[in-house]
């Protein structure tokens, strides 16, 4: 077996791994923001591990550049909904 078909699984499982210790992590904290906190940065590493797990095995320089962009849009509209929740958690005074 190559290298790459060893990495990619190991990546995907690593990248699956953040996401459900981010979920666990959401349903366990206390407040509003560390709760936000642990789910963007987890999902975050989760969808770059996931991302570079299938850039591992593809063959095309352009699918790559495209789950690139898939990872930038995602890192961006985590911290914008993020952001969005958290500044409507704080003007309402919720928890």
């Known amino acids: 077996?190559?290298?790459s078909q060893w990495l990619s699984p190991a990546l995907?499982?690593?990248g699956c791994a953040f996401y459900l210790a981010g979920t666990v992590r959401m349903l366990r904290f206390?407040?509003?923001l560390s709760?936000?906190?642990a789910l963007t940065k987890a999902d975050n590493v989760g969808l770059f591990l996931v991302c570079l797990s299938?850039?591992?095995r593809?063959?095309?320089l352009r699918l790559v550049v495209l789950l690139g962009l898939v990872w930038g849009f995602g890192l961006l509209a985590a911290s914008v909904s993020a952001?969005?929740?958290a500044r409507h958690s704080k003007a309402s005074g919720g928890q």
């Open 58 to 60: 593809t063959p095309s």
């Open 83 to 85: 952001h969005l929740i």
């Open 12 to 14: 995907l499982g690593a």
């Open 54 to 56: 299938l850039a591992v």
């Open 35 to 37: 709760r936000l906190h």
């Open 30 to 32: 206390p407040d509003t």
């Open 1 to 3: 077996m190559t290298g």
